[in-house]
């Protein structure tokens, strides 16, 4: 099946920093989406992206579609300890409907 | 509202023993998911389900079997437990693309 490419697979930063992850494809994806999942619970949606193009906020956070539709990055502005935890993008394979899920990208935010 | 319960939490089994882990949604979804997570590979999807009734193999579904008998349940089975069951299970349900996950069941086989 389709898989997707997640990167990085890791990083350290500082409080106070900005952060930049990024997704992608083989194929063309009509949907992305975000999550974030904090330690010992499941992964909960942060953002969904139905169009190529699309810059979409919440928060600190902003993800964007990419024009191919064949990627998508998520940023994160002035990093706060509570940011720590894994991030994966996600997308629905064409014709299917399972969600197809990077590897994930584990943030650490050193205080 | 409790959204996406998974029982149990946690549990131990021994190789070669059986259990089913079970899944229930509040939110009438009709698409229900089993996926594991394990260190360094993501989620992977076990089965599904589209509908009451309906079951369908996901990207690693050997070794389990799964009913949705109702449309709020979803069980996933373990008939024989291996050691490579190890892993954290999590549930999911949706309309469509968007899912709402569980908490994961973490289960260890010794």
């Known amino acids: 099946g389709q898989q997707l490419n997640q990167s990085p697979q890791s990083m350290f930063i500082q409080e106070g920093e900005d952060v930049s992850m990024n997704c992608t494809s083989s194929?063309?994806?009509?949907?992305w989406l975000w999550y974030k999942q904090d330690p010992g619970e499941g992964p909960v949606l942060l953002i969904a992206?139905?169009?190529?193009?699309e810059l979409t906020s919440n928060g600190r956070l902003t993800a964007q579609f990419g024009i191919t539709r064949k990627d998508s990055f998520l940023n994160i502005s002035a990093s706060i300890p509570s940011d720590v935890g894994i991030y994966f993008c996600?997308?629905?394979?064409?014709?299917?409907?399972?969600?197809?899920f990077g590897k994930g990208t584990r943030l650490s935010v050193i205080a | 509202n409790a959204g996406v319960t998974q029982t149990p939490k946690f549990r131990v089994l021994k190789t070669g023993q059986s259990m089913t882990l079970l899944c229930a949604q509040d939110?009438?979804?009709?698409?229900m998911y089993w996926y594991r997570q394990d260190p360094g590979m993501g989620l992977r999807l076990i089965h599904y389900?589209?509908?009451?009734?309906?079951?369908a193999k996901g990207e690693v579904p050997d070794g389990y079997n799964v009913s949705r008998l109702k449309k709020q349940n979803f069980l996933l089975g373990l008939e024989s437990a291996a050691p490579s069951q190890t892993s954290v299970y999590f549930c999911?349900?949706?309309?469509?693309?968007?899912?709402?996950f569980g908490n994961g069941t973490r289960l260890t086989v010794t």
């Open positions: 939110m009438n979804h009709e698409y």
């Open positions: 999911a349900s949706s309309y469509g693309a968007p899912l709402h």
């Open positions: 996600a997308g629905p394979e064409p014709g299917n409907t399972p969600l197809v």
């Open positions: 389900s589209v509908g009451e009734g309906t079951t």
């Open positions: 992206l139905y169009k190529a193009g």
């Open positions: 194929s063309i994806f009509n949907t």
